[in-house]
Each structure stands twice: as structure tokens, then as C-alpha cells.
């Protein structure tokens, strides 16, 4: 693997879509100074600037290996000298790291602006900085950034929407097999058993289920855009 | 440089392209891949080029296994397709963007080659330039990166007639003893003055393999205007001319290569072809 090559990937990135992105950081930040502004409290709440958070990164990682339209695109990718784990890599530090931090930037930069705003207009206004993305809900964002990731180089169309429909699927299927499972052992079980199950579900640390969950899921879905990428053909 | 063993080769709907194909290439020739519509010549680059995967057999481009697009092989390769991608960047951005992974890539050569085609503006927004002149920098930029191995599917398609002349002229200039240029086309009389080496494709199998040199030294092209010879007569075509023929050279006349006989000739003598000239296929 070569580090060289990882960077002249990022760098091709940054020449060609380096100005759309400059006008997307702009544009949102108009957008949240603006919503910021016309609030009451001056400041957009926390779960709406996760919720932008969640859903722009998602549509980004979704379209990052975007390679099939127009015809000719994946020719053009796939023999950029540069190996598939090195095309992973700079597509998941574009998705990770640069999009999430210039979207938090942004997100973060728009309700201050808004804030200040808000405050010309009403002098007794205290603007408060604060930072509404938690350690879990970057960790959940990154987790549904590596399955989109992999839409996005699995589906050759409309990888967003095909994406976001599987793991719904994929949901609703968790949540069916869930329900019949603890329906059964309920009716199955007697009052004794069931409060020792109780006892067992409450003394395990569900954190350290989630982390690890979430850790093994990020690397999976990482490591199976690269075996995609590996076995794409144009 | 690159070989192709025992491939076999069909697209999900099941119709076999290539079925045990074999096929050797070396460096310092400039092959013209001839074959009728369909009969796989843009498949068998893109698998050269490791952009699709045989059923079965061994794909080896520059010592590398080219289903793997390993960085070593992909940095002496370039695909030159058709009908070039570009991204909305100008002439200069392009080269930011893509010089730096080729190591031999010369800036001077690819300003030459520019200036040649007539493309002044190096800060020109790719995708405002014309289909024709597009692919005049896709050329240019293909040939300036001194790849040693470099597949050109139909590069003259789109090109005016000046520029099929100075195509030749840069192909001249660019090519030379370590670089394996591999041309697919059916614009026979563009390229007939490049081609120092003929693959022709048919029905999943290589007919023939040759050097130009080998095939004149083995068939005769003649314009007479009677068909009487005592060599055997493998293809025959009368035009206002006289009649072009193509013969067995058995009195080892020199004659200049007509690629457009050959296929012709070829085609018709499938067997005896593969006599004179051993083709595996």
C-alpha cells in the first residue's frame, strides 16, 4: 500500500469536486444561519443538527464511488493506478473524516452566526456555544456511513435510496424475529423463570454491546466495499 | 508483456465470447486488433486491462495477474476507451489530477502533442471542448505517459481528417521498442501505416497473430488485371483498379501489407490460415 498513491487520489478529489464542496459548506451554513436566526431561541435544536449531520453524510457516502453514470466513468476509475485498498481508504477518509468535519463545521458555524445574529436584534440575548454531537451519535453516524459507503459501490443506480431501503428492510425483519422470540419465551416461560431472565438483561453492560456491535459493523462493511471495488468490473 | 491462456469467456445473458483463447503480446510492436462487431475486441482489452474477469484461464498483463488491478500494473497501463470520460475540470487540472500516477509521465511531450492537435488553451473546461477534441487530449495526455502498455479502443472514431494524419504522426513519435500498443479498430486505413503486427479476432478464437513482416513473407497482395497465378488464391475482390488479390507467397515476392485484404482473407481461409501461420487457437 502506498501512501503516495492514497494521496494523489485525494488530491484528484479535491481538484474536481474540491469547489462543489466549498459551495455546499456555504450553502449550509446560510441555511443554518438563517433557521438559527428565525428561531426563538436563536439556536437550532440538538436533534435537528444531528439529523442534518446523519442525513447529509449519509447522501455523501452514498454517491462517493458514484463510478457508473456516465458510461466510460468506471473505466476511467478503475484503472487509476492506485489499488482498491488504496481507493477504499481515500474514499472512507473523504466520507469519515473530511465530510463529517467540514459538515460539523458548517452546522456548528451557521447556528453561531444565526445566534449572533439573533442577538443584534434582541441585546439581552446570551448566546451559549454548545456541541450537540455525542461520542454515540457519531459512532451510529459513522456505522451508517460504512453500510452507505457500500451501497454506493453495490448499487450502480439510486444507491441512497436502494441502500436506506435494505437496512429498513433489514429492521423490520430484526424487529419481527425479535417480537416472535421474546413473545414465545413469555408464553413458554413461568413467573420465576422470567425474572431471572430479567436479572440477566439487567446485568448486562449494553455500552460494551453497542461499541463492539458498532465497531464490527464499521469494519465489515469496510472491508466488503473493498471486496465490491475488488470484483467490480467494467 | 502480456499473455492471455485458456480463457474462457461469456456475458450473464450466455453467449460465449471467448472459448479457450490464447493469445501472446510483446513490447515494441503497435497491434492492430481487427475482428467483425461482436466478436469481443473491446472485451478482450478491458480483460487485459484486469475491467473484466474471464470464466476460467490466466490473464497476465506486465507479470501481473490483471484480475487483481494492482497499483504496479495499473501505473504502466492506460485504457484509452472509445469514448473518453471526462471530469468538468480543465486541460491543466487534468494533469494535476492524473500525471502524478504515472512516474514517466512528460509534461513537455504532452504540450507537444497538444500543440500538434491544434489545442492552444490549456484552461479549457474539458467537458465544453467538442467530443473530437476531447479525445485529442485524452490521446495526448494517453501517449505523454509513457506507459509500456497502452490499449487504444477505435481512438481515431470522432477525429476530422487533419487529425487522423497527426494521430499518425504522434503515434510515430510516441511509440518505441519497450511500449506494446494494442489498437482496436475497424478504421483499417487510418491506422494501416502504424500497424506493425495484426491479432484478428473470430468467433472466441485468435485466427491469426502475426508480425506484418511475417505476413508478407507468407501472403502476396497484388492489384492485376487478371486473376491468373499459379500461387493459390485465398481471397479476391475486384475494384476499378483491377482485382486485388491475396495469395500464398510461394515465390517470396515482397509485397506492402493490405490489412483490409488480409481480414478478408482471413476470414474466408480460416484453416489454411492457421496452417501457414500455426496459429494456436
Known amino acids: 500500500m502506498s501512501t503516495k498513491n492514497i494521496f494523489n487520489l485525494l488530491r484528484r478529489y479535491f481538484i474536481e469536486s474540491g469547489r462543489k464542496d466549498i459551495t455546499t459548506f456555504a450553502l449550509i451554513v446560510l441555511i443554518i444561519t438563517i433557521v438559527s436566526f428565525l428561531s426563538v431561541s436563536g439556536n437550532i435544536s440538538d436533534s435537528m443538527m444531528v439529523f442534518l449531520l446523519f442525513l447529509m453524510g449519509l447522501l455523501y457516502a452514498s454517491r462517493i464511488f458514484n463510478i457508473f453514470q456516465p458510461a466510460g466513468r468506471a473505466i476511467h476509475y478503475l484503472t487509476i493506478p492506485a489499488s482498491n485498498i488504496e481507493k477504499t481508504i481515500a474514499n472512507g477518509f473523504l466520507v469519515y473524516i473530511y465530510y463529517n468535519i467540514l459538515l460539523i463545521v458548517a452546522l456548528l458555524l451557521g447556528n453561531f452566526l444565526g445566534g449572533m445574529a439573533h442577538k443584534l436584534l434582541n441585546p439581552e440575548y446570551h448566546y451559549i456555544f454548545y456541541m450537540p454531537f455525542s461520542l454515540d451519535n457519531l459512532i451510529l453516524i459513522l456505522v451508517f456511513e460504512s453500510i452507505f459507503l457500500f451501497g454506493s459501490i453495490y448499487f450502480k443506480q439510486r444507491a441512497a435510496i436502494k441502500t436506506a431501503l435494505v437496512i429498513i428492510a433489514f429492521f423490520l425483519f430484526f424487529i419481527i424475529l425479535d417480537t416472535s422470540l421474546v413473545g414465545r419465551y413469555f408464553i413458554h416461560s413461568n413467573p420465576e423463570s422470567i425474572k431471572e431472565a430479567e436479572h440477566i438483561f439487567n446485568s448486562i453492560n449494553v455500552d460494551l454491546i453497542e461499541y463492539t456491535i458498532s465497531i464490527f459493523s464499521f469494519v465489515f462493511f469496510n472491508f466488503m466495499t473493498w471486496l465490491r471495488l475488488r470484483e467490480t468490473e467494467a | 508483456m502480456i499473455s492471455l491462456q485458456n480463457i474462457n469467456f461469456s456475458y450473464q445473458k450466455g453467449r460465449t465470447i471467448f472459448d479457450d483463447l490464447n493469445l501472446s503480446l510483446k513490447g515494441g510492436h503497435i497491434y492492430g486488433l481487427f475482428g467483425k462487431n461482436g466478436a469481443g475486441k473491446t472485451t478482450l482489452l478491458k480483460i487485459m486491462a484486469g475491467l473484466r474477469f474471464p470464466k476460467s484461464g490466466s490473464s497476465t498483463t506486465l507479470g501481473q495477474r490483471a484480475v487483481l488491478r494492482k497499483a504496479e500494473m495499473l501505473k504502466d497501463l492506460y485504457f484509452l476507451q472509445e469514448e473518453v470520460y471526462v471530469p468538468a475540470i480543465s486541460i491543466r487540472n487534468y494533469v494535476k489530477c492524473y500525471a502524478p500516477f504515472y512516474e514517466n509521465f512528460d509534461n513537455e511531450q504532452f504540450e507537444e502533442y497538444l500543440h500538434l492537435f491544434e489545442i492552444t488553451s490549456m484552461d479549457d473546461k474539458l467537458t465544453a471542448l467538442s467530443h473530437g477534441q476531447r479525445k485529442k487530449v485524452i490521446i495526448s495526455f494517453a501517449l505523454a505517459t509513457n506507459t509500456k502498455v497502452l490499449f487504444m479502443d477505435e481512438p481515431t472514431n470522432g477525429l476530422d481528417i487533419p487529425s487522423k494524419n497527426i494521430f499518425r504522426k504522434i503515434m510515430t513519435m510516441a511509440a518505441n521498442e519497450e511500449r506494446l500498443i494494442l489498437i482496436s479498430t475497424h478504421q483499417v486505413r487510418d491506422l494501416h501505416s502504424l500497424i506493425d503486427a495484426v491479432v484478428i479476432l473470430d468467433n472466441g478464437h485468435i485466427l491469426l497473430n502475426a508480425s506484418a513482416d511475417d505476413i508478407t513473407d507468407k501472403l502476396c497482395f497484388k492489384i492485376t488485371d487478371d486473376t491468373s497465378t499459379d500461387e493459390p488464391i485465398l ?44 496459429a494456436k487457437n
Open chain 2, 235 to 278: 481471397y479476391c475482390e475486384e475494384n476499378l483498379r483491377g482485382n486485388l488479390l491475396v495469395t500464398e507467397n510461394t515465390h517470396h515476392i515482397e509485397t506492402k501489407l493490405d490489412i483490409e485484404l488480409l481480414f478478408n482473407a482471413v476470414m474466408l481461409n480460416k484453416e489454411r490460415i492457421n496452417e501457414l501461420f500455426n
